[in-house]
């Protein structure tokens, strides 16, 4: 079975970083595009980040744009997503998923992650 675990996710102060790390195991991952996306309370889950396999193509949502930045290291079977200046906004439950493809929409990725809580306060 496909398995992506996230962690280092926990509570932070506003204007503070996190780096949140997804580990992939149970098969292969090589070729396979990776991407964030957030859950916060009453919303609905939103696109953050993607990352090509190889690492060359990355894209953002408009609300993360030039504070996040993500990348994998393919020998680790691992995406991470540097998280820096972060608000309140930021507050979610952040999972991470895998698909064969870059893309920016949730069925775009076949494996999820089972999220891991960011909490900023202010």
């Known amino acids: 079975q496909v398995q992506l675990v996230e962690s280092g996710g926990g509570l932070v102060q506003a204007g503070g970083s996190l780096r949140l790390s997804c580990a992939a195991s149970g098969r292969t991952f090589s070729g396979y595009a990776k991407g964030w996306f957030r859950q916060a309370p009453g919303k609905e889950r939103e696109f953050v980040a993607a990352?090509?396999?190889?690492?060359?193509?990355?894209y953002f949502a408009d609300s993360v744009k030039g504070r996040f930045t993500i990348s994998r290291d393919n020998a680790k079977n691992t995406v991470y997503l540097q998280m820096n200046s972060l608000k309140p906004e930021d507050t979610a439950v952040y999972y991470c998923?895998?698909?064969?493809?870059?893309?920016?929409?949730?069925?775009?990725?076949?494996?999820w992650g089972q999220g891991t809580q960011v909490t900023v306060s202010s």
């Open positions: 998923a895998a698909g064969p493809v870059l893309g920016w929409g949730r069925y775009d990725y076949d494996y």
């Open positions: 990352i090509s396999w190889s690492g060359g193509n990355t």
